[in-house]
């Protein structure tokens, strides 16, 4: 029995520890990255404004020197003594910030929703008429049936509040993303056990306002977040309090958050590789009877709403694209950056008579061939993935600004929409994004390290986030890219960021005491 139990300590311990050297690599090299070089997504409200990255080098000189002043500042916060009552109040003043924000956003920048937000909120809006030729009239939703999820809940919404309360709808995902910051204290809190994590968690939540200004953007991107991280809380909850009462919310937010958009597939994925290692090194073996039901209302949610939606359209939609055709795309390119969106998933099973089968076979033809490409010009292969990758995780306003001045094709893009994204103010704002995601990324480092050479600081628990990041990064690197998709995990980066901190300020201490002690 105790070998059993050494064996599975041990997996667990492995498991982490590949998951800590994955998650330092990355984020080591995107704070290397981030000092030389800055993504930037442009912007020309012409009526097809696609996103376009430009790279753009930076003051490396400039970036070390601000970044010094804002580890040393976060180092000396460390050094304050913090109660928990002061973090609380922070906290609840950084998120009611944020959420002023939000809200100004919203209604000063007055967007209106484009491309698959358009096609989804007008979907609901005729749907709400009685017009239900609109779910079939332009093949949408037989090309992507999963998006029936964030349309029935667009029609709920919007037959509850009216078909135009686009606005209202809007500050909808302001709640959700208030809702996203609250679940990171409470995490931060769980996690760390520590005030000062807990105030420079706040203070950072306050300061990355990028989720915040994304709301104008009618999508399952924002709730889905918030679902998810939530999710996230209550399965630390459960391992830390060993309570399986805490993992029914987990289980039914998780499943709601892939029902709104399928990339939380990442989250639910790292949740249940945890639980594992946790149910065998604790032998709670009920445990995995709530990953099986996690796996299975997230797999028939979507079914369902797509069933909800081909009886009022009166015809199946079909099994729509393959996924494999975004892994296609990832690996293609495309005018606006290496293995961003390039028109495949959108015509490929049109071109194969809405055939899944078909459509499926010319995909790993079409891959075949790529990859048979990409393996016989290396250094292209390097450049390719180089570019890809940097593009989404080392853009840090993750196209907000962009996905607001997108969003207006009938009428005239508001003033605050062009000032932000031309000119000094466009400018101011992507330095300070950068500034802080460069802060954000090597504290993050830090911490990674830390979890890389320290067994004890390592758990399930904590290890969940940086299992999902790891999961991001490599699914990101391989399907189609955008820098939008790398925005819902910056709330979960924070608490990373201010342990990091807080081992860095214990480092520098403890090296003073020597030297101080061996000058005695």
């Known amino acids: ?29 995107f704070s290397l990255v981030g000092l030389v070089q800055t993504c930037h997504v442009d912007i020309d409200f012409s009526k097809d404004n696609i996103e376009h990255v430009t790279f753009l080098n930076d003051n490396i000189l400039l970036n070390l020197v601000i970044l010094l002043v804002l580890v040393v500042l976060a180092v000396l916060l460390m050094r304050v003594s913090v109660k928990r009552k002061t ?4 906290g609840a003043a950084s998120i009611a910030v944020s959420a002023g924000i939000g809200v100004w956003w919203v209604l000063s920048s007055k967007s209106l929703p484009s491309a698959d937000s358009l096609r989804i909120i007008t979907a609901a809006q005729e749907v709400i008429k009685g017009n239900m030729s609109a779910l079939t009239e332009t093949f949408y939703f037989k090309t992507y049936p999963f998006q029936t999820g964030y349309l029935l809940f667009a029609e709920g919404f919007l037959r509850l509040f009216g078909s135009g309360a ?47 200004l994304l709301s104008t953007f009618l999508y399952g991107t924002l709730p889905g ?14 391992m830390r309090t060993q309570k399986l009462t805490a993992l029914i919310p987990a289980v039914i937010l998780i499943a709601l958050a892939i029902f709104l958009k399928k990339n939380f597939w990442i989250v639910l994925l790292a949740e249940s590789i945890l639980l594992l290692l946790f149910i065998l090194r604790e032998k709670k ?57 390039n028109g495949y998933t959108n015509n490929i099973l049109m071109q ?16 075949a061939e790529r990859v048979d490409e990409l393996i016989h010009r290396p250094i292209y292969l390097g450049s390719f993935f180089y570019h890809k990758i940097t593009s989404q995780w080392n853009e840090p306003a993750y196209q907000t600004i962009w996905s607001s001045a997108t969003s207006d094709r ?50 399930e628990a904590r290890m969940i986030i940086p299992t999902i990041l790891v999961g991001a990064v490599l699914y990101h690197a391989l399907f189609e890219a955008k820098s939008q998709y790398a925005i819902i995990y910056v709330p979960m980066m ?23 002690k061996t000058e005695e």
């Open 1 to 29: 029995m105790e070998d059993k139990k050494s064996f599975s300590k041990g997996l667990s311990n492995v498991a982490q520890w590949i998951v800590a050297l994955i998650s330092f690599l990355a984020f080591a090299f």
């Open 87 to 90: 973090a609380v109040w922070v």
């Open 166 to 212: 686009l606005i209202p709808f809007q500050l909808l995902n302001v709640l959700f993303v208030v809702a996203a910051e609250v679940a990171m204290l409470l995490i931060a809190k769980e996690l760390f056990h520590d005030p000062r994590v807990e105030l420079l968690t706040a203070i950072l939540l306050g300061l990355c306002i990028q989720p915040m």
């Open 225 to 238: 977040m918030a679902f998810a991280i939530w999710s996230v809380y209550f399965v630390i909850r459960s």
């Open 285 to 341: 073996w009920a445990i995995a009877s709530f990953v099986v039901v996690a796996v299975a209302l997230s797999l028939v949610l979507p079914t369902i709403s797509q069933k909800i939606y081909e009886d009022k359209a009166g015809e199946p939609f079909g099994k729509g694209t393959p996924q494999m055709a975004w892994l296609v795309t990832g690996f293609r390119d495309s005018s606006l950056c290496a293995g961003w969106y």
């Open 352 to 367: 194969n008579d809405y055939n899944y089968d078909t459509t499926l076979e010319q995909c790993k033809l079409d891959f």
């Open 410 to 459: 009938s009428g005239e893009v508001s003033d605050l929409i062009k000032s932000f994204s031309k000119g000094e103010a466009s400018d101011a704002f992507n330095a300070y994004c950068n500034q802080l995601m460069q802060f954000v990324y090597v504290a993050m480092t830090i911490a990674f390290f830390v979890f890389l050479r320290k067994k004890e600081e390592r758990s």
């Open 494 to 516: 924070l608490p990373y960021a201010a342990y990091g901190v807080k081992r860095l300020s214990e480092a520098i201490l403890k090296k003073k005491q020597t030297a101080e």
